[in-house]
């Protein structure tokens, strides 16, 4: 079986003070990190096991995970499993980026945001250029608030030709024509993320190849619908994965509406679906 899982734990800290996040400068306890790093553990035992399959893992922490020692070790770990086809992270890359040498370039990948305004410039580009001398794959991105545009545009010149810039709209912003205009010409697949995509009623990879999976094993088919469909470690999720369309209105969110069948982005980013990397450079 091919399957692609997205796990979210329970780790919700992030280093970072955005103020369009909830989860800025929050502050996991001890006893929180500590039970974050038992499910992360009990999770990468169980994908180690799974030489049956093939798998794709994703991890989309609410918090930022590369700070942790655990999170930098699972991606690790795993990079070197044969029955892993590619993991990847959702991070700040706030990170050191040293520990990347000790994993398989050719199965890890970044999906790398950055934040006006939490880091200076020259150290996010500096970090950009060490993950393109190690040979890691990686895309970079910004969330489109007007103040970030002179940055992006910045980012977009400096950044090698063939690494993607990605732009997401801000959530609960609408986008004139001109505005959206501005954002297209540094993200060609911007008009993917200006709108919100219906998808009630529409066929949906995932619950079928694409599952999410929280911290206490909890299988849905995404993070954005509720309903369980059984648990990863006693196997009851797989007698639930079937082809099956969106119970919701719309999606707004990349890692969801991605997989969307009536959307063509499979093809556009075909073998860089998880780390967000077209499958050749978009014209600008």
């Known amino acids: 079986m091919d399957l692609?899982?997205?796990?979210?734990?329970?780790?919700?800290?992030?280093?970072?003070?955005?103020?369009?996040?909830?989860?800025?400068?929050?502050?996991?306890?001890?006893?929180?990190?500590?039970?974050?790093?038992?499910?992360?553990?009990?999770?990468?035992?169980?994908?180690?096991?799974?030489?049956?399959?093939?798998?794709?893992?994703l991890f989309t922490p609410w918090g930022e995970g590369l700070t942790r020692s655990w999170y930098r070790r699972a991606l690790t770990d795993l990079s070197h499993l044969p029955h892993i086809a590619r993991v990847a992270i959702q991070t700040n890359l706030s990170c050191r980026t040293d520990w990347l040498k000790s994993a398989d370039p050719a199965k890890l990948a970044l999906w790398c945001t950055y934040h006006p305004g939490q880091t200076p410039y020259d150290r996010f580009l500096t970090k950009c250029g060490e993950l393109g001398a190690a040979?890691?794959?990686?895309?970079?991105?910004?969330?489109?608030?007007?103040?970030?545009?002179?940055?992006?545009?910045?980012?977009?010149?400096?950044?090698?030709?063939?690494?993607?810039?990605?732009?997401?709209?801000?959530?609960?912003?609408?986008?004139?024509?001109?505005?959206?205009?501005d954002w297209t010409s540094i993200d060609p697949l911007f008009p993917f993320s200006r709108h919100p995509h219906p998808s009630a009623g529409l066929p949906c990879r995932t619950g079928e190849s694409v599952i999410s999976v929280d911290g206490e094993g909890t299988v849905r088919r995404c993070h954005f619908v509720p309903a369980e469909l059984g648990n990863l470690y006693d196997g009851s999720y797989r007698r639930a994965l079937e082809p099956r369309a969106c119970p919701l209105a719309t999606c707004d969110c990349h890692i969801g509406y991605v997989h969307l069948e009536t959307l063509p982005l499979y093809d556009v980013f075909a073998g860089g679906v998880l780390e967000r990397i077209p499958v050749s450079p978009v014209a600008r």
């Not at 780790?11 to 500590?34: I, N």
């Not at 545009?149 to 030709?161: C, E, N, S, T, V």
């Not at 690494?163 to 986008?175: I, P």
């Open 4 to 57: 692609t899982i997205l796990y979210r734990g329970p780790l919700a800290s992030c280093d970072y003070d955005c103020p369009y996040c909830p989860f800025a400068k929050r502050r996991d306890t001890p006893d929180q990190l500590r039970a974050d790093r038992a499910a992360l553990a009990r999770f990468t035992t169980w994908v180690a096991e799974q030489t049956d399959d093939r798998l794709s893992v």
């Open 135 to 181: 040979g890691i794959r990686f895309s970079v991105g910004v969330v489109g608030f007007p103040d970030h545009l002179d940055q992006a545009r910045r980012l977009r010149a400096d950044l090698p030709g063939h690494v993607y810039l990605w732009v997401n709209a801000a959530e609960g912003r609408t986008y004139s024509d001109p505005e959206a205009a």
